[in-house]
Each structure stands twice: as C-alpha cells, then as structure tokens.
C-alpha cells in the first residue's frame, strides 16, 4: 500500500510538471513501472504489444454488453475503452494514452501486473500452478488476469467498495470436486464468482458495462448464493433484470 501510494504520489507530481511547464511529454518520460513501462503515447492506429498490454488494462470499460478484443490494435473500441477510463479518473478524456493515462495505471498495479485491489491468489485457490483446466496453465493465469482487470473497473464503478471472490480457476479435479459443470469457464481461468456486499444484483447488473460476456446471478439454476462472471457465454440474472 506505502509502495502504491508513493508511486501515485510521483505520478500526479508528473502531471503537475508537464502542466505547468507546457512541455508536450511522450509516455516515454512517464515514471518507470515494475510491471510495464509504456514508452510511447499511443493512440488510434497503433498497433503493437504495447496496445495490447493497454488493452488488458482498459479491458473493463468497454461499454455496455460489449467486449474489448486484446489485439494489439488501437482501433475505435479501444479509444473508447481508453476514453471510458480517463472520465473514471477524472482524466482529460480524449482517447490518447499518454503519461497521465499510464500513471494512472502504474499507480493501480502491482509489480506483477494485477490491479492493486485483486491477486493471482485470490483467483485460484484451486492449485498453485494453474494447470489441470482447459488450457493451458499460462493461458489460465492470463485469463485471470485479464478478469481482474474487469473486476478492478467494477469495484470502481460501485464506489471502490471490497468485492469478495469465492472461486476462480479450477482444476477439471477440482471442478468436478465442487459439481461443477464440464464445460464451466472455471477450467480457463476467466471465471469468477462473486459473494458478499453489494448485492448479487446489483454485481450482476453493473457487470453488464465492464466485459463480462457470460453473467449469470440470482434465478438462474444454483446461482442464487452467487454471481458468476466470464469472458463468453450469455447473461442470465432473471431476479435481477439481467
């Protein structure tokens, strides 16, 4: 938490410079990062690994129903991603990622990438090698991480408040184990399960706007104690409107 705080800190003193000196700073100049350092301001047109990594970050503001592909290429969903981002923090929102927009996301993350509010752990408390599911363990922790992403954008929109996670990946022992269903999303690392405050509607509801392609909550068969979320496979929350 000293660590995020001290590199938010540095961020906005960033910010603060390149306002007041007028200089026209490229991401390059933008502070160094544990996880990922940008060096480059991008915008629509781009392409590269660099857009995809700001993809991955922004994969939580795409707006309602839709889902943000993790391409590489700045096309007009990703500006409106980025867009959707800046407005959340209060940033000039123009759709151009440059230092503002990076700080702001080195300040959210953590030096292995995840968003400062969730973990590798509390997305798999399955095993510790995220092997044994659909993919490919690789696969499975990318997936995860991606999620979190999403859920970091929801967390925010519901006013920063904690969400609590009951399950992530699994295992197909460890699916089987819990009953789950053999081709649930649990065995490719983007499924989560959401218990707790807010409310199981009010999660299913705001997950609409974060790209969540698979929702299903409260009314839907043995969702009633939980609201699940994935990358794909269709909404059902009946109780909840969804």
């Known amino acids: 938490m000293i660590r995020r705080l001290g590199r938010f800190l540095a961020a906005l003193a960033l910010t603060a410079a390149t306002t007041v000196t007028g200089i026209t700073l490229t991401a390059g100049a933008a502070q160094a990062d544990g996880c990922y350092t940008w060096g480059r301001t991008l915008s629509q047109g781009a392409s590269g690994e660099d857009v995809r990594q700001l993809q991955i970050r922004v994969a939580g503001y795409p707006g309602y129903g ?64 995220w092997s044994g599911g659909a993919v490919a363990a690789s696969t499975a922790r990318a997936n995860a991480l991606v999620s979190m992403w999403k859920l970091q954008a929801l967390r925010h929109a519901l006013g920063d408040v904690p969400i609590a996670i ?46 969540f392609g ?4 409260p009314g839907y068969p043995d969702h009633n104690d939980h609201t699940h979320v994935a990358a794909v496979g269709g909404w059902s929350a009946p109780t909840c409107g969804v």
């Open 66 to 129: 839709a889902v943000l592909t993790l391409d590489g290429a700045y096309g007009p969903a990703t500006r409106s991603a980025v867009i959707r981002f800046q407005q959340a923090y209060g940033l000039p929102a123009d759709g151009i990622a440059g230092p503002q927009t990076f700080n702001r996301i080195y300040a959210l993350q953590d030096d292995d990438c995840t968003p400062a509010n969730f973990s590798y752990a509390e997305l798999n408390n399955c095993n510790s090698t």
């Open 166 to 211: 009951s399950s992530g990946f699994r295992s197909t022992a460890c699916n089987s184990a819990v009953g789950g269903a053999s081709n649930s999303r649990h065995l490719y690392g983007d499924a989560v399960d959401l218990v707790g405050s807010p409310s199981l509607c009010r999660l299913a509801q705001q997950a609409r706007n974060h790209g």
């Open 214 to 217: 698979q929702i299903l909550g």
